[in-house]
């Protein structure tokens, strides 16, 4: 038997969510900083699961159920979370894919990943106006606000994103990253998007970079 | 046999289940098939000469849909079939399609496997976006390839002027325009009358959709619409409602199914059988009179890799052994026009997907997102390789040397593949010909195919 953080890593890889809780609390019963579990335990399980992911080892339902091994262990965590301000996450992020489109699996798999690598991650489904995804933004205090379009006709509502926000004069609050099979780097920056993710997991290397710079960084 | 409209009570009435939960167990009962029925890829047969393994993977295919059934987005809820059901919609399945008029008619039947009748050839970029004042050229250069024998469309970027967007009145009006232009394209290039198989390929709305599918903007009674499955095995009332309108106009209705390699299907084994069984959803749910199925990978987002073409030939060899229904197949490479690496995975697929008894959507370049990256002269490559294999007889041990020495050529690419040239750098806009770099590119792939065993004289 490995330390309990290698049994985690193990238990997050495996999705097996019953035990995954199990050592979360046994974590916690033995004084681990949650934090550090989650560091070093679950989200480096995520990550062994996310190569998996990308060389097909893995497929999407593995992904899944490692996701939600991981969720419900944190969720048997957040009360030891003390004091602990928005800093401590690696960001918030609202989701969706959007207007008149209903096709959400890309979307789906970049909420996973995110969620995985730490984000707190509001998804609001599909087919959704731009509209919703500001206010959600705005209700949550949103740093990123995320899009994917599986569709041409429906790509062509992701630029209002931008120019919305200008009007409303809250453009600069919000970190703009879009994404999905017509959506390509060069269109996504005319649209006024500062970041775009080819898949799902250079979608988190982005969402991470946005941040940074949302934080200060260059 | 069942009914539409009992179908559609079982939207209503089926067993109701959480979405997720359905996404999370079809891989998993299509596993059970899969060991059930020893259905296994073989990195070494890319085309397998197995009737057995195809038979195999059609029973599997059946046992899992009877199991698996639909999933209704709109109503929460499981759509079921008995066996029985799904036995007699195959049986009563239509056996050919007529699509145009005069002499642009053109008649689509199933194949056989290693079939000496060349597939059927459907022409188009797949949707690729094009700037509006190319639409037009784009589709003639398409619509006048010789072997085309229904064409339908690219995306243009902006109709008027204007942004396409789903749900708008703009989306009406560019899907009305899309049709128009289509027709113009056709009559441009000297066939008017040709059949268009999918006229809205524009707009995602019903209504959009409906509004552009009237006589006077040049659409014939028996063009048609491509209807596609939501990934894995869904269905939606808005894709249905097209379904119903079809069945009163009589348009021809077909089905598209995309199952991704690495998503909920899966892996190859799993793919392949949930590939197989979105033929059955669009035989009892969308009245599909033939099938077109675009399996992709998932990280590729192409269907030219190892793996893909195994399913395409595994899956084609199901279909065409175990049932009358036409279908197609429509390759997406990785690569853009005038580059080797376009040709090569072009002829992959289409050789894997004919000599399996499939016919040809043509094509989706630069897995078809990239502006202008679709011309007709990589249709043309597709068709003119899916000829050659019916026309020289090729039997599925030789396609697959050929297609194994191919793969070869461009496999460690498909992650960084060439975007190529678009339209207006590849061909003569005033001609409407390939260029001659093209040419001479397309020409030099051939005497390399040629040297394994491709016979291009005899097109």
Redesign the interface.
Not at chain 2, 202 to 205: D, H, K, L, P, Q
Not at chain 2, 260 to 267: E, H, N, Q, S, T
């Given at each position: 038997m490995g330390t309990i953080l290698e049994e985690i890593i193990s238990a997050t890889v495996d999705g097996d969510e019953e035990k995954s809780v199990a050592l979360a609390r046994q974590a916690m019963a033995d004084g681990m900083e949650p934090f550090e579990v989650i560091q070093n335990g679950y989200a480096r399980g995520m990550k062994i699961v996310g190569e998996k992911f990308a060389t097909l080892e893995y497929f999407l339902p593995e992904v899944m159920l490692s996701a939600d091994a991981m969720t419900a262990a944190i969720e048997v965590l957040k009360p030891y979370f003390k004091d602990r301000g928005k800093q401590d996450s690696r960001g918030t992020i609202v989701i969706a894919t959007i207007q008149g489109d209903m096709h959400d699996l890309g979307k789906n798999i970049v909420k996973i990943m995110l969620e995985a690598d730490g984000f707190v991650v509001h998804d609001l489904g599909a087919n959704v106006p731009v509209r919703d995804l500001i206010d959600k933004a705005e209700a949550v205090q949103a740093d990123i606000i995320a899009a994917s379009a599986i569709l041409t006709t429906t790509m062509a509502h992701m630029p209002d994103i931008s120019s919305i926000l200008d009007e409303l004069g809250m453009r600069d609050r919000y970190m703009i990253m879009l994404g999905g099979a017509p959506v390509i780097p060069q269109w996504a920056r005319e649209v006024g998007a500062d970041g775009y993710g080819e898949d799902a997991s250079e979608a988190v290397a982005v969402a991470r970079r946005l941040m940074h710079k949302k934080r200060g960084g260059e | 046999m069942l009914g539409f409209w009992e179908v559609m009570d079982r939207c209503d009435r089926g067993p109701l289940q959480k979405e997720?939960q359905y996404?999370?167990q079809i891989?998993?009962t299509a596993r059970e098939q899969a060991v059930a029925f020893d259905i296994r890829f073989d990195p070494e047969s890319v085309i397998p000469d197995d009737d057995d393994l195809a038979d195999r993977l059609y029973r599997a295919a059946v046992a899992f849909f009877v199991e698996n059934g639909v999933y209704c987005?709109d109503t929460g809820r499981l759509v079921r079939f008995s066996r029985r059901e799904v036995e007699e919609a195959v049986k009563n399945a239509p056996r050919s399609i007529t699509y145009g008029q005069g002499k642009d008619t053109a008649v689509m039947t199933s194949r056989k496997v290693e079939d000496a009748k060349p597939p059927f050839i459907t022409m188009t970029p797949v949707?690729t976006?094009v700037a509006e004042e190319r639409f037009v050229a784009m589709m003639q250069s398409f619509v006048q390839e010789p072997l085309a024998q229904t064409f339908s469309s690219a995306?243009s970027?902006t109709v008027n002027g204007r942004?396409?967007?789903?749900?708008s009145p703009q989306?009406t009006e560019?899907a009305i325009w899309n049709v128009i232009k289509l027709r113009e394209a056709a009559r441009r290039a000297g066939r008017p009358y040709i059949g268009i198989h999918n006229l809205v390929t524009?707009?995602?709305?019903t209504d959009a959709t409906l509004a552009a599918m009237q006589p006077a903007f040049g659409v014939l009674p028996n063009d048609g619409l491509g209807i596609a499955a939501?990934?894995e095995l869904k269905v939606?009332y808005?894709r249905l409602k097209k379904v119903v309108f079809c069945r009163h106009s009589g348009h021809h209705t077909y089905g598209l199914y995309g199952p991704?390699?690495?998503?909920?299907?899966?892996?190859v084994e799993t793919t392949a059988i949930i590939h197989v069984a979105h033929h059955f959803l669009g035989l009892l749910m969308y009245d599909a009179q033939w099938h077109c199925g675009f399996p992709l990978h998932?990280?590729y987002?192409c269907n030219s890799s190892r793996d893909l073409l195994w399913l395409i030939a595994v899956t084609s060899q199901a279909l065409s052994r175990n049932t009358h229904s036409p279908i197609s197949v429509s390759p997406f490479s990785a690569a853009g026009p005038c580059t080797d690496m376009v040709v090569h995975e072009m002829c992959a697929i289409s050789i894997a997907a004919s000599v399996s008894g499939a016919n040809l959507l043509a094509c989706a370049p630069a897995?078809n997102?990239?502006?202008e990256r679709g011309t007709g002269m990589e249709a043309r490559i597709c068709a003119e390789a899916g000829h050659l294999v019916a026309r020289q007889r090729l039997t599925r041990t030789e396609a697959n040397r050929v297609v194994k020495s191919v793969l070869g050529l461009y496999e460690d690419k498909l992650d960084d593949a060439p975007l190529g040239l678009g339209l207006s750098e590849c061909y003569d806009l005033d001609r409407l010909q390939p260029t001659r770099e093209y040419v001479e590119l397309y020409e030099r792939i051939k005497e390399q195919m040629g040297n394994l065993g491709m016979d291009y004289s005899l097109l």
């Open positions: - | 997720k996404d999370m891989a998993r987005r949707g976006p995306f970027q942004a396409i967007k789903a749900g989306e560019a524009n707009a995602e709305a939501i990934s939606d808005e991704l390699l690495g998503g909920f299907a899966g892996g998932l990280h987002g897995r997102r990239h502006p």
